[in-house]
């Protein structure tokens, strides 16, 4: 596994010679990114070795290096969820490759559903914690020393200074964020009324199928992270609604700009 990585990670040094100083997961609600960074090198990830292959047809996923408000960035454009039949080892090698690449910061999107009342559709919240609810640990099974701790601290899994300087960025922008607690399930079916109940009672402010396991990989080799999610649905025990992929989309689109503007204001003001 390690060589793997090294090998991936030196195949992508080779390419883009420098030390990103983010990696940006384009998750849903933060696509459009891509096309505000001065691009130097797009790599395909069926060109890259040992990269993992996206399921979605029509969405290859690809890495793009380049310059975004005078930071070095690499954007992961398409990520890879547990859902689709990737084990949890696929699902976080990109971000073993980040970390022996020199990248020190992650920066993560998502779309999710909110479960705490005060939250609307297309509103936004920064991560401040998250509750792990999949059923495979990313950590499980043989350690690798060479890259982290068997028993990882989890105190601080979203980076307080990033969340700052983000809240900052918004507050100035006049831009309404929100700070809580995600939860991640394995999906890939949306939440039933119970369950999102459940949720909730269990301390949750929103609820989604990815970046748990990337933030956990992350930290386990000292990363430092930071999350933003926008909620494209609200739900709970009491409401009975119908969530569709489309809505979710449309949502996300909405909130997009002003969430590209705060990671933007973010990646330009962290040191
Ligand atoms: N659950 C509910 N709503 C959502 C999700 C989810 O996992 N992702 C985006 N909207």
């Given at each position: 596994m390690l060589e793997k990585i090294k090998q991936t990670a030196e195949f992508i040094q080779n390419i883009i010679q420098e030390t990103p100083d983010f990696a940006i997961v384009l998750g849903s609600g933060l696509g459009k990114l891509q096309e505000e960074v001065g691009a130097i090198h797009t790599l395909e990830y069926h060109e890259?070795?040992?990269f993992p292959q996206t399921t979605?047809?029509?969405?290859?996923?690809?890495?793009?290096?380049?310059?975004l408000e005078g930071k070095k960035v690499l954007m992961m454009s398409g990520r890879f969820h547990y859902y689709e039949g990737h084990s949890m080892e696929t699902v976080t090698f990109p971000f073993r490759v980040f970390k022996l690449l020199g990248i020190q910061n992650l920066i993560v999107s998502n779309a999710s559903g909110g479960?705490?009342?005060?939250?609307?559709?297309?509103?936004?919240?920064?991560?401040e914690d998250h509750i792990n609810m999949m059923p495979e640990h990313p950590l499980r099974g043989k350690?690798?020393?060479?890259?982290?701790?068997?028993?990882?601290?989890?105190?601080?899994?979203?980076?307080?200074?990033m969340i700052a300087v983000a809240e900052e960025v918004a507050?100035?922008?006049e831009i309404k964020v929100h700070k809580g607690c995600y939860v991640?399930?394995?999906?890939?079916?949306?939440?039933?009324?119970?369950?999102?109940?459940?949720?909730?009672?269990?301390?949750?402010?929103a609820v989604g199928m990815s970046t748990v396991p990337e933030v956990i990989v992350a930290k386990h080799m000292?990363?430092?992270?930071?999350?933003?999610?926008?909620?494209?649905?609200?739900?709970?025990p009491e409401i009975a609604f119908t969530v569709s992929h489309e809505e979710v989309l449309q949502a996300a689109n909405k909130a997009m700009p002003n969430v590209i503007k705060i990671v933007k204001g973010l990646v330009k003001n962290y040191q």
């Amino acid at each position: 596994m390690l060589e793997k990585i090294k090998q991936t990670a030196e195949f992508i040094q080779n390419i883009i010679q420098e030390t990103p100083d983010f990696a940006i997961v384009l998750g849903s609600g933060l696509g459009k990114l891509q096309e505000e960074v001065g691009a130097i090198h797009t790599l395909e990830y069926h060109e890259i070795p040992n990269f993992p292959q996206t399921t979605v047809v029509g969405h290859g996923g690809k890495l793009i290096y380049g310059i975004l408000e005078g930071k070095k960035v690499l954007m992961m454009s398409g990520r890879f969820h547990y859902y689709e039949g990737h084990s949890m080892e696929t699902v976080t090698f990109p971000f073993r490759v980040f970390k022996l690449l020199g990248i020190q910061n992650l920066i993560v999107s998502n779309a999710s559903g909110g479960v705490n009342p005060n939250f609307r559709v297309a509103d936004i919240m920064i991560i401040e914690d998250h509750i792990n609810m999949m059923p495979e640990h990313p950590l499980r099974g043989k350690n690798i020393d060479e890259l982290g701790p068997r028993f990882v601290d989890m105190s601080e899994p979203y980076n307080r200074k990033m969340i700052a300087v983000a809240e900052e960025v918004a507050k100035n922008l006049e831009i309404k964020v929100h700070k809580g607690c995600y939860v991640a399930l394995q999906g890939p079916t949306f939440e039933t009324p119970a369950e999102y109940g459940m949720v909730r009672a269990i301390g949750g402010d929103a609820v989604g199928m990815s970046t748990v396991p990337e933030v956990i990989v992350a930290k386990h080799m000292g990363m430092d992270c930071f999350g933003i999610s926008i909620i494209t649905d609200v739900g709970g025990p009491e409401i009975a609604f119908t969530v569709s992929h489309e809505e979710v989309l449309q949502a996300a689109n909405k909130a997009m700009p002003n969430v590209i503007k705060i990671v933007k204001g973010l990646v330009k003001n962290y040191q």
